[in-house]
């Protein structure tokens, strides 16, 4: 029992969670700043073009909205996810019910193993190279977390949920549909949860990614499967936190009876920005553009300036190590580097132990802030 009047000790958030890795990056940050021409910032992937007109209009149209919405979300709000599913993905079989808006996906990500009762005695696996949340989540739920890319590494242990990102945040590797078939059966025969994070769906260069919830991969069954959407980089609306899960109505009403309890509610204006945003074509055609532009003089730049690029077919970042007598320099050595030109770029520590050689550099900067980096590169 604690002394009278002296609280039990708890575990203090820096030692439940892992480090916030972009901590880390303050001092070259503070060198790349000094260059005379200022600061490159690509360590993040953060949208700088302007927010869709027609997904503007509609907020501001929809800007008179006193009552509280509901967790659930408005019939025609999950109608537009679904719609558009069918529309770009293929993606069909889908109701009403199998379909939740969530007030960005960083946020379902962290919290999406607690709100479905996981916790300690849980497995939660993720890729070897992965975004930090995934990790940050199966904390959250106090469950156990082991980074793996192959099935056959869990021998007779079984996962309680298995994460899968394709396209692949930070490698822009993008999974074949077969290989995504073979985990969700895997999965299936387990009992396990699958969860594909899909937010670079639409951001692909040199292959087509397929959904986990297409019916060539999923069998046309939802069951046990959750995918997750973002219109953060589709549509430039990061700072609207716009994005949505779809998947087995099962899994999807137990995460909507968590966050009816806990008040987690996508504004109405933001809906409907986000069927707005859902709904139109034209402006992710025209975005999609843009980003292919300046990945392919960033690109340029990179292998020009000793550079290779691996992966990166889809997402917004190319992957990259840079070679020093022909071995791949430590990506600390490689930040450094590029913090000396004034070049802000991720180190691959930051997404797992493999990602030792490697750094991410976003191509989500303005036109102008690009061609400083292309030549800062030469």
């Not at 609280?7 to 203090?12: F, V």
């Not at 074509?281 to 690029?309: K, M, P, T």
Request: aromatic share 6%.
């Amino acid at each position: 029992m604690p002394a009278p009047g002296r609280r039990p000790s708890r575990p203090t958030v820096s030692g439940r969670l892992p480090d916030f890795p972009w901590d880390h990056l303050a001092a070259h940050a503070a060198r790349a700043r000094a260059h005379p021409d200022g600061l490159v910032d690509l360590s993040v992937g953060t949208p700088v073009d302007p927010t869709p007109a027609v997904v503007q209009r509609a907020l501001a149209e929809a800007a008179d909205s006193p009552g509280y919405p509901t967790t659930l979300g408005r019939a025609d709000t999950r109608q537009a996810c679904l719609d558009w599913l069918a529309r770009r993905h293929g993606v069909t079989g889908l109701g009403l019910d199998g379909v939740l808006p969530v007030i960005g996906s960083k946020e379902l990500i962290g919290s999406l193993a607690l709100h479905l009762g996981l916790g300690a005695g849980d497995l939660i696996a993720y890729p070897e190279l992965a975004y930090p949340t995934y990790e940050v989540g199966a904390a959250l739920a106090g469950a156990r977390a082991v980074a793996r890319d192959s099935l056959t590494s869990f021998g007779p242990e079984v996962p309680a949920l298995l994460w899968l990102n394709s396209p692949s945040n930070p490698t822009g590797r993008v999974l074949p549909p077969e290989h995504l078939k073979k985990v969700v059966d895997w999965c299936r025969e387990r009992g396990t949860i699958l969860v594909s994070d899909e937010c670079y769906l639409e951001c692909a260069w040199e292959t087509t990614p397929v959904s986990v919830l297409h019916p060539s991969v999923c069998g046309g069954s939802s069951e046990g499967i959750l995918a997750v959407h973002s219109l953060s980089k589709r549509s430039n609306l990061a700072g609207y936190r716009c994005a949505f899960v779809a998947g087995d109505p099962a899994l999807v009403g137990e995460l909507l009876a968590v966050r009816k309890n806990l008040g987690l509610q996508m504004p109405g204006p933001q809906q409907a920005a986000m069927i707005a945003a859902l709904d139109d074509d034209e402006h992710v055609r025209e975005q999609h553009a843009r980003y292919a532009a300046r990945r392919a003089r960033l690109r340029e730049a990179l292998e020009r300036a000793g550079f290779r690029i691996d992966h990166s077919e889809a997402s917004l970042y190319l992957w990259a190590a840079r070679q020093v007598d022909g071995a791949d320099e430590d990506c600390w050595d490689t930040v450094s580097w590029l913090a000396d030109r004034g070049i802000l770029a991720a180190p691959g520590t930051f997404y797992g132990r493999a990602g030792s050689g490697h750094v991410r550099v976003a191509f989500t900067a303005t036109d102008e802030r690009i061609d400083a980096a292309v030549k800062r590169l030469a």
